[in-house]
């Protein structure tokens, strides 16, 4: 892959790709972002940025698109939205990312590399899981009636380098770090199973490497695999929490009432109530779990005590990292 199209290539995984890539012989990245500066100087050197440019996607020309991508051997998109916002939906995010494919289609793209979510199914009652299915189908469908190939992995949860990209673990250790009760929703009995940022880069990477493959979909999950109520309570004494994490039998709705006011001191969503169903939905590990990449991954427990010192003493904000790039 001399020149690959990463969407937000600056960002978060895209930022790991990146440097995966730039490490394995690509020679340029075309970054396809709001960002014009790194989310964050960890990871890319300077001789890393002098190989990105950035060009702004514009969803609304499939012309603009197919003629930034024109030249690109491999598309790797992470695009996605986080939450349901402002008349935004997963759904319009899926009907985008479409438009992205055909643009890559057009322009002669060979293989289109998408990051997806473990279990997706278009009748899903999550609205984040049928718009990344509905994302699936398109990239199936257009790769079907043309010579363009495909790989879709699919992660649950990503930790990075430094805890404060992982902004689900940092901001549970904040909160334990300030409160006597970290009440769970239900009974904390749902499996999650996340992958370090540096695997998911690599299993994008590779897939991208192998760019004359096609239907390959993967699932992104590391080896560890806890319950809520095991990963939180470990987290807990990992930082020292200050009170105890409980089964609470709430709904998420409450639970996601309760945190308002945290929401009110830092102008952001600490959980968003869809965010948090899915987290319960029993939806979040592996399909195969005998992948054997599984098990070569970094473990989350380790990666929970290598970084414990630094969880949660800053509060990151969702809607800062994700709807203001400035
Ligand atoms: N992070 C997780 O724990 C997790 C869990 C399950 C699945 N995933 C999936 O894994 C992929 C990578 O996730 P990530 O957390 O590493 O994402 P990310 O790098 O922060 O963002 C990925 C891309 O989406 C764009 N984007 C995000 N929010 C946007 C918004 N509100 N408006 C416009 N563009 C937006 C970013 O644009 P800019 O470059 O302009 O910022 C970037 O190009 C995503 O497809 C995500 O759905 C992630």
């Not at 992958?195 to 699932?219: F, I, N, W």
Request: charged residues 25%.
């Amino acid at each position: 892959m001399n020149r690959v199209a990463i969407t937000g290539a600056l960002s978060y995984t895209g930022r790991y790709l990146s440097k995966y890539l730039l490490s394995n012989g690509t020679k340029s990245v075309l970054s396809l972002s709001r960002r014009t500066i790194p989310l964050s100087s960890h990871v890319l050197s300077s001789s890393d940025l002098s190989k990105i440019t950035t060009t702004t996607l514009d969803f609304n020309s499939r012309e603009k698109m197919e003629v930034e991508l024109k030249g690109v051997d491999v598309l790797f998109c992470t695009y996605w939205i986080r939450f349901e916002r402002d008349g935004d939906t997963h759904e319009k995010a899926a009907e985008r990312v479409r438009e992205l494919f055909l643009a890559a289609k057009s322009a002669g793209v060979s293989k289109v590399v998408f990051s997806s979510h473990t279990r997706t199914s278009l009748t899903s009652p999550y609205s984040y899981i049928r718009g990344k299915a509905l994302a699936e189908s398109y990239l199936r469908s257009i790769c079907s009636s043309s010579t363009m190939n495909y790989s879709i992995v699919r992660p649950c949860g990503i930790f990075g380098d430094k805890p404060v990209e992982s902004i689900l673990m940092n901001n549970a250790a904040w909160v334990m770090r300030r409160t006597p009760l970290f009440l769970l929703a239900g009974k904390g009995g749902e499996t999650f199973q996340p992958v370090h940022v540096r695997d998911m880069a690599k299993l994008m990477g590779d897939l991208g490497k192998s760019k004359d493959t096609t239907g390959e979909e993967m699932d992104a999950c590391g080896p560890d695999a806890p319950t809520a109520l095991e990963l939180f309570r470990r987290l807990n004494g990992s930082v020292g929490g200050r009170g105890f994490v409980v089964p609470s039998g709430l709904p998420t709705r409450v639970i996601g009432a309760m945190t308002k006011p945290i929401d009110w001191l830092t102008g952001d969503v600490l959980l968003d109530t869809d965010d948090l169903d899915l987290l319960g939905s029993g939806l979040t590990f592996a399909n195969e779990p005998s992948d054997p990449l599984i098990k070569g991954r970094r473990s989350l427990f380790q990666w929970i005590d290598e970084v414990k010192d630094e969880l949660g003493q800053e509060y990151v904000s969702s809607i800062q990292r994700y709807y203001k790039t400035k």
